[in-house]
């Protein structure tokens, strides 16, 4: 912190973060998405742990802020779902990378 900041300037900062992005299994996905172009349920389901119900209720809390778009189809008659950071997504996920940058960096080492 500097010499001008209080705790509750820091605790402030830290509340203010995006918390539907700040949830770990969230944050795992947009972190993904945001250097890939698009990623696959599947996939995304093995890089994070999560099971097939609670990847679809993240991506489902994702999707409803507008932060990421899924596109389903069927191929071979099996559902395929591809996702996606939609541009409001990638700024979110922009600024909150910048904002919890700021926030450890003012932190003493």
Do not use: C
Request: net charge negative; glycine share 6%; no cysteine.
């Amino acid at each position: 912190m500097s010499g001008t900041e209080t705790d509750s300037d820091m605790v402030s900062r830290l509340t203010n973060l995006d918390v539907t992005i700040h949830t770990p299994a969230r944050l795992a996905v947009m972190a993904y998405l945001y250097v890939v172009d698009s990623a696959d349920y599947l996939f995304l389901m093995q890089i994070s742990g999560l099971t097939w119900g609670n990847l679809a209720t993240h991506l489902g809390k994702l999707e409803e802020a507008g932060y990421i778009a899924i596109e389903k189809e069927f191929r071979n008659k099996k559902p395929y779902s591809m996702v996606q950071l939609t541009s409001n997504g990638r700024e979110a996920f922009r600024k909150y990378k910048d904002r919890l940058k700021e926030i450890m960096d003012g932190l003493p080492d």
